[in-house]
């Protein structure tokens, strides 16, 4: 039935995903998700996700609005039969099956990612700067992920299966310079919204909203690298 195709559709982009934490422009400390696994006693899988675009090294195939993200160990066991990052090296990568096809790629490969680097200012800012710059690097293919392998992994309400590279965690964070930052958080396990929403208040720290308390003559600052 129609139905029964599109809950299969959905289960295969969040896995066993049952809620998520999603902020897109903004990076909030890795360790965030141990402190909610210990509270939740689930899983709790940390995630930077980017946009961006991949192509070939001589330029014949590309792909552009391609999810860039960067996942550990606890990503994969929430919706893949497989773990592929294990003896993943930081240049390793995978790229689901609408990617390769895409890109005519296979595992072997070499591609060149392009991501737009983050920043501290909005975008909208007069002093932001241009809004196309972005931070290139290569990969190697070392799989394909396929739908049983999380290689659907979207959290947008699409039937169309995004274009997706994964690669280590540590390093799209080293080469985005957001050591242990992340901005999506996947929470496994059966925990209810409102014991969730309790240990995020309880785990939440002024440094995973970009904010510093510092001691000055006379008082406090609260400071932000963020304008």
Not at 37 to 49: E, F, I, K
Not at 99 to 115: E, I, S
Not at 165 to 194: C, S
């Amino acid at each position: 039935s129609v139905r029964y195709t599109l809950e299969q559709q959905a289960l295969a982009r969040v896995g066993g995903a049952q809620l998520a934490l999603s902020a897109p422009g903004h990076f909030f400390r890795e360790n965030l998700a141990i402190g909610l696994m210990d509270d939740l006693a689930a899983p709790v899988a940390p995630l930077l996700a980017m946009r961006g675009t991949v192509s070939k090294p001589d330029g014949t195939r590309l792909a552009a609005n391609v999810q860039i993200v960067g996942v550990n160990g606890r990503f994969w066991p929430l919706g893949s039969d497989k773990d592929l990052s294990m003896g993943a090296s930081a240049e390793d990568a995978a790229a689901n099956e609408r990617l390769a096809l895409q890109l005519g790629a296979h595992a072997g490969d070499t591609l060149v990612v392009r991501v737009e680097e983050p920043s501290y200012l909005s975008r909208d800012a007069p002093l932001s700067g241009r809004a196309d710059t972005s931070t290139a690097f290569r990969v190697r293919l070392r799989a394909i992920a396929r739908d049983a392998q999380f290689g659907r992994f979207s959290l947008q309400p699409s039937q169309i299966p995004p274009m997706t590279v994964f690669m280590p965690l540590q390093a799209l964070q080293t080469q985005l310079k957001r050591h242990a930052r992340v901005n999506t958080l996947l929470v496994g396990g059966d925990p209810a919204p409102q014991r969730a929403e309790a240990a995020l208040r309880k785990n939440w720290t002024l440094a995973d909203a970009d904010l510093e308390l510092r001691e000055i003559p006379g008082g406090l600052e609260l400071r932000t690298a963020r304008i």
